[in-house]
């Protein structure tokens, strides 16, 4: 996708701004023209706009999706569509707002125009933009206060992913507000705080190599006070992409896996979904997946969707740069612990080790550090699949393989 990195800079001269705009509505130009003929019309997803979220620093329009039956004290994802894109496009494709009907999470999508960047990119790569208390990223945070407020969402549960610019920008929200978003998911984008000492260009193609610990820093210099645990990262990228080139994927993965201080070796690797995607894991001490980076072969840039009714089916290849392969939309819902079905894929435990099953109720489930509890929910550790109330009344079973990573094994154990 055309990620221009051009958007009119605050108080910057008329003379100044003129061809950064003709480079951004050439990089537009360019995107329709290679984009294809137009895909055929399918229904739109209905999203309501909010208006009254707070100060809007950042010039961003919110839209949310609620689907129609919610729980008490809902999840909350975040969506940030990617340049050319906007909210209802991102709605319409990406299967998200199926799955907010399904696993019973709230879906906040944030929107940036024209009249923040001409190619309707997120400004990742601006310096009022991308830290904590201003900008795009302030307005992105008042979205959340207001759907915890409004809507009675569970803050501990927060959660972020977008494609292109917006990938990049969710690397922003995640390293600019650990305090308020448990995980996130990059599909596309790029390492926190590039562009201090790079063009945004040389970020996206050929990549900038710095060590782990290097782009750890610039994460925790965008908090300097902040002492808590660092949010869990998803890394989502397809193999022939030569826009945000895959080296992005490697250096995200360092500056995720340095925070949480884990070694770029990965726990395990296996593939999932239809397409074979690779699928490598970094897990903490306590078992709980880290870092993932999903390695999604011959695809170039974009959302990866696998248009279909099927239960690991979601999304649509109706607009640009969403890509026919796997639903990575599904997958994403999982890794933040919100999707609870069986994935179908691999046991977890690629070596054959023999599996132990536990049936007991959420809570004893709890006590016998099988799973953990947050906002009135439990989890199991390792998958973090949610598995609804913490109390004695919901009972599940629980497969541990490897040893200290639980998964939902209701439907059969081993």
Request: glycine share 12%; net charge neutral.
């Amino acid at each position: 996708m055309p990620l221009s990195p051009f958007s009119r800079a605050p108080g910057a001269p008329p003379r100044a701004r003129l061809l950064p705009r003709l480079l951004a509505v050439l990089a537009v130009v360019l995107g329709t023209a290679l984009a294809g003929p137009a895909p055929r019309a399918h229904a739109a997803v209905t999203l309501t706009r909010v208006s009254d979220f707070g100060t809007n620093p950042g010039a961003l329009t919110m839209y949310v999706y609620r689907p129609a039956t919610l729980p008490a004290h809902p999840p909350v994802v975040v969506a940030l569509h990617g340049c050319t894109q906007n909210a209802q496009v991102y709605a319409d494709n990406s299967g998200l707002p199926q799955l907010a009907d399904r696993d019973g999470f709230l879906l906040v999508l944030a929107e940036t125009g024209t009249a923040n960047n001409a190619s309707k990119c997120f400004n990742w790569f601006q310096a009022g933009d991308n830290q904590r208390g201003g900008g795009e990223a302030l307005s992105v945070r008042q979205m959340v206060s207001r759907a915890v407020t409004a809507y009675g969402a569970d803050p501990q549960r927060v959660y972020v992913t977008g494609l292109s610019a917006g990938g990049a920008m969710t690397a922003v929200m995640l390293a600019a507000y650990p305090d308020v978003f448990s995980a996130g998911a990059v599909v596309a984008g790029l390492p926190y705080d590039c562009t201090r000492d790079n063009s945004p260009y040389t970020c996206m193609n050929p990549g900038v190599d710095l060590s782990p610990a290097a782009w750890a820093q610039r994460v925790r210099d965008a908090y300097p006070s902040y002492g808590g645990p660092w949010p869990r990262a998803a890394i989502w990228y397809g193999d022939q992409d030569t826009t945000v080139v895959p080296r992005n994927a490697t250096e995200l993965r360092d500056q995720w896996t340095a925070l949480h201080g884990l070694s770029q070796t990965p726990t395990r690797t296996t593939t999932i979904g239809p397409d074979a995607t690779r699928q490598d894991q970094y897990l903490a001490a306590d078992g709980t997946v880290a870092v993932e980076v999903d390695r999604v072969p011959g695809i170039g840039h974009g959302t990866p969707v696998d248009p279909g009714t099927g239960s690991e089916q979601c999304g649509s290849t109706g607009a640009p740069y969403f890509l026919d392969s796997i639903c990575s939309s599904r997958w994403i819902a999982r890794f933040f612990g919100l999707d609870t079905s069986d994935p179908g894929g691999p046991d977890p435990d690629p070596g054959g080790g023999t599996a132990a099953c536990w049936t007991a109720s959420n809570y004893a489930h709890v006590q016998a550090g099988r799973a953990t509890t947050s906002g009135g929910y439990t989890y199991a550790k390792g998958s973090q699949q949610n598995m609804g109330l913490y109390n004695t009344f919901v009972t599940h079973t629980l497969k541990e393989s490897p040893p200290g990573y639980f998964a939902l094994a209701d439907t059969g154990c081993p």
